[in-house]
């Protein structure tokens, strides 16, 4: 009997994800974890349980890493930046100096909803204003 576990790697741990009977569907499914960035390593694994000898073999069909790809694209991103740096020359960095650091003012987010509370109070008192005005015209 055959089965496909995917393994995934996070926190340093190898855990079970899924456990498949067919090989080309737990391939894609390992590729599709792969692509995405929620774990930093996945892998399958085949096991083959023989009934009659009771032993079980395991082998790795699939590797895969994201670790491999972020550490490519990080040093893409240091030499375009490096490069891009370089051309600049000394005028931009005139510039930056000149440049002032933006003040850390709190920003009040209470003013739209007590100028709403505000409205509806107004409202009210006008509602009740009114129906006294209407329940003296009888």
Sequence with gaps: MKAFEIQ???DGKWRIDSVFDDRELAL???R???QGSR???VRVIEENYD???DLTTTRTIFR????ARRQKAQK???AIKAHGSASRGAGSRERQKKRRPRQNQKSSNYFIPVLILSVLVVAGLAALYGLQALSQLR
């Design 64 to 67: 895969g890493s994201n670790l």
């Design 28 to 30: 894609f499914e390992a």
């Design 8 to 10: 995934t790697y996070l």
């Design 76 to 78: 893409g991103a240091q």
């Design 39 to 41: 774990y930093s390593g």
């Design 51 to 53: 009934e009659s000898s």
């Design 32 to 34: 599709r974890v792969d």
